[in-house]
């Protein structure tokens, strides 16, 4: 049984650029929630997705997008990219809300130059 | 706004020892999760505590939650090597019908031979 996947682990992009995060959450799972964790920081709530809406979202600006597909995988896009946009982007999957526990990916890192 | 404190954010100790890290919280939650993370990786979970007065081991580790002083510990008994890693506790807090972990800064530990 696949737990959550995602893709790429690593990522280089350049100030100013795009770039697309994908997450295949754990089989069942239906809800998607995305994490930023800078360095030596603990994680940062982006956003969550069910039923391919955002439910709730953090303190995050437009640049941060996303969207949950119909067979429960998301993306999360970054437009405009800073160099504070580098850290490591987790996703989380879960089942009828939190009290399953949440399943959270490898993560994929992003260094923005 | 919902804040989750760990303490101490750094620790050092010698293999065997005993010792209790504290994290608290601002608002009212009834579910708390301890996570592990080694450096470059995701986070494990180790913890889902879910009421008042709810203790969970895991060989050399315990977690308690006491949800009215708004307070979990998480104990390690006899510490080895292999548990240096860094420690995150979340709180779940609900807005509008979702859910979101919001997380401490993490405490790292450092465990010498």
């Known amino acids: 049984d696949a737990g959550v996947t995602q893709s790429p682990t690593h990522l280089i992009k350049t100030r100013g650029q795009q770039v697309t995060l994908r997450c295949s959450p754990k089989?069942?799972?239906?809800?998607v929630s995305w994490y930023q964790q800078a360095l030596g920081q603990g994680p940062h709530f982006i956003f969550q997705?069910?039923?391919?809406?955002?439910?709730q979202r953090g303190n995050f600006p437009d640049r941060f997008s996303g969207h949950q597909f119909p067979n429960y995988s998301s993306e999360l896009n970054v437009n405009a990219l800073l160099l504070g946009d580098s850290a490591l982007y987790l996703c989380?999957?879960?089942?009828?809300?939190?009290?399953?526990?949440?399943?959270f990916g490898s993560g994929t890192r992003l260094t923005v130059v | 706004e919902l804040k989750v404190e760990q303490n101490p954010l750094f620790l050092s100790m010698q293999e065997g020892k005993n010792y209790t890290i504290y994290c608290n919280y601002s608002t009212t939650s009834d579910r708390l999760y301890w996570y592990r993370q080694d450096p470059g990786k995701s986070l494990e979970s180790l913890f889902v505590l879910l009421s008042n007065g709810a203790v969970k081991q895991e060989g050399r580790l315990m977690a308690s939650l006491d949800t009215k002083a708004r307070l979990s510990t998480l104990h390690i008994t006899a510490a080895v090597h292999d548990l240096s890693a860094t420690y995150f506790c979340?709180?779940?807090?609900?807005?509008?019908?979702?859910?979101?972990?919001?997380f401490g800064k993490g405490m790292k530990l450092t465990v010498n031979p």
């Open positions: 979340a709180v779940d807090t609900t807005q509008g019908g979702s859910e979101k972990l919001v």
């Open positions: 089989s069942g799972h239906d809800t």
């Open positions: 989380a999957s879960s089942f009828g809300g939190s009290l399953w526990g949440y399943t």
């Open positions: 997705y069910y039923e391919e809406e955002e439910r």
